[in-house]
């Protein structure tokens, strides 16, 4: 008895004297989340954590790759855990290095620089890998990828993705699953034509039906992306880099780059090596543990195989790892995992999709209700039997999820009134709805937020969706689950919810929306920035980021003139001319409907010459752009040229871009040439909430763009011309909205002035009309300038005249600067790269010699913007 005592007595303290060695293979999203359970659990006291990592990077939302291909989002904001996080909750993170193979034997580590590293506890997460299908021509002889071949899985993907989208026209994206159309989208919105290519029948087979697949596919071709179903691809053209995409039929689909994205695989590799049980995926029991395997060996995340399944979806993943951290810190030594009953949630290329369940029904006692409406990009179904919920999908109309979820997640029974499964017909309403949701339902795929995580956000005080958002990171992935969590943000603050009134102010350092502020400034007689501040903002306050959102508001509300002070605007609109990336500016000249004359050539052509300019160069908008100017030239330069201003640099009425109209184009149905110059004649200048990009075709072939303009007309034939508004072909892309058809170019330019009168009174500060017109819904907008249905026309065309009368070309500035540094030379703060000049058909498009006016850069108070 008391040799025993003595023995257990003299091993406590030998077990406590250090931590445990847990280490990580993988630093992806189940990896690291895994990392997070255990350290949450208080796992910080009883592992020294050491995770390693492929890429070297911190952890980041792999969903949100699409939204950084898109630009809707940048690298720093899908980053989950930033590589000061591992410092500050003393993790050894080995990032970029890859791990070779594992003697679980002797419990070490062997990386690929040729180290090894002892363990403990070791937890696979080696994620999973693109699936490449066989198709001649795509590797080389040493297996490489030919060049402009793709896959679309990391970060590193994504860089060079953007990077070939700037430089390269024509793509085909290989897969029509989730992955595939976001890669579509995402390059479609850098103007990149893209054939999707897809082997199943329909869209997102896995997910989807093969109706709702169809009516994906109207959403998805609607965005001008050629979809082709039903089809493998044969091979790849292209020697030194790929020129095509060959299918069965011996159709070629011209491409100069190809994104694969046919699937995943679990990457197993490292298992395999390492002598683990592997079949499709690392075999783990429901402990997580690797089967056959006495030590402890774990995996989790894409790479295993639990049951039989592998999981391709975020949701599994949390599941195994909070079961992963219950067993590795004893928080619930019996925690085990069962599997998941799959709800996906996503935003596809812009179209909510929520899927649970089976997407159509199995058998024939199986019910099945459906409701489709293509033309609006919806459509919805359940899937019932014996009274119970088996499957959901919810496409374009995703309102019902919280209370399809929880009817699917619990087995609850159903209304006998199967409709009101979709519509509010008698089932409870979105309060009762996410009140039954569990606490353990997961709202938030993305990031992995459950009900309960959200209730308790609302309990430790954040009383405002946005301070829940942030507390919890739900929603903050690709947006789908927003509304839910909104529901949920109101349940659980039980009426205390508080608004975040900010939202909707106009400009952040003054609490008003843009109606109240304007009937403020109005009622006060303010024509200055500083005014309004005195007067409006609490306690007087001034605001910087406000200034230049003030600054066009009062320019649009007092066409006569305000009082300007030259710290309210950008530093493109106090020079009048466009900042470059070292300190110099561009110039555009006004070439009305992109129309010039020899004479205007020649004199673009002799102040090129006189003032060193570093590049001549044709913008898209029809204009010749001088770049590499000194500010303090630019008045002499404006004189010498004797022309307009372009206003390429402000928030305004920019070009009108045309066609040639029916002069010389054996198409024309009307006179677009004409009617460019008329309108940019009319418009010049107009400050704006932001640009505003204007087009005018002859005819619907759209040789001008005019369908992805923010105001863009077309002529139909029978002296009539469509007015399109709404539209976009940049960062973002969107087909503009018929806002109607008119009989004479005349009310062209009426209709035109209403609406950009209308957008300049409501839009918010830097919302472009692609945000704008749906906002408000192109109905809305149609019955108030078409229809006059708020009696507000007549008052909108007369501020517009008043606007037009007012007009004066800022570059007559340089005559009489405003201020008397207006044109100042700029202060040489920070050296920055030299800008060299760029002679037509340069090889390579760089030589060495450097531009004269690059060895300044713009002071701290002319940073780009």
Known sequence: MTTTTSTRTAELPHQRSRKRRLVVVGNGMAGARAVEEVLERGGAQQFDVTVFGAEPYGNYNRIMLSHVLAGQEDEDGIVLNSLPWYTENGIDLRAGVAVERVDTFAKVVHDATGATTPYDVLVLATGATPFFPSMDGLRREDGSLLDGVFAFRTLDDTRALL??????????VIGGGLLGLEAAHGLATHGVQVDLVHSPKHLMNQQLGPEAGRVLRRSIEALGIRVHTGVRTKGVHGTDRVTGVELPDGEVLDADLVVVAAGIRPNTEVALRSGLEVERGVVVDDRMRCEGEAGEVYAIGECVQHRGETYGLVAPLWEQAGVLADHLTGADPDAEYHGSRTATKLKVAGVDVVQMGLPGPEGDDDEFVVFSEPHRGVYLNVVIRENRLVGATLLGDVRKTAFLQQAFDQGLPLPEERMSLLFDLGTPGEEVGVAELDDHAQVCNCNGVTKGAIVQAVEGGATSLNAVMGATRAAKGCGSCKSVVEQITQWAAGG???????????????????PELMAAIRAKGLKSVSAVFRELAPGGAEDAKSKMGLTSLLRMMWPEGIEEERDGRFINDRVHANIQRDGTFSVVPQMKGGVTTPEQLEKIAAVARKYDVGLVKVTGGQRIDLLGLKKEDLPQVWKDLGMPSGYAYGKSVRTVKTCVGTDYCRFGLGDSTQLGIDMETRFQGIETPAKLKLGVVGCPRNCAEAYVKDIGVVAIGAGKWEVHVGGAAGASVRKADLLATVDSPQEVLTLTGRFIQFYREWGNWLERTYEFVPRLGIERVR????????????????????????????????????????FRPSLPLVALPLVPNRPAGAPGGLLPEVHANAEAAPSTAEVPR
């Open 783 to 822: 019955a108030v300038l078409v229809e006059d249905s708020d009696g507000v026309a007549e008052g909108l065309d007369e501020r517009m005249q008043a606007t037009v009368d007012n007009y004066r070309d800022p570059w007559q500035e340089g005559e009489q600067p405003v201020t008397p540094g207006q």
């Open 496 to 514: 205390a919810l508080t608004v975040d009134e900010s939202a909707n102010w106009y400009v952040p350092g003054i609490p008003m929306a843009k």
């Open 163 to 172: 990077a070939a989208a700037r430089t390269h026209r024509r793509a085909v």
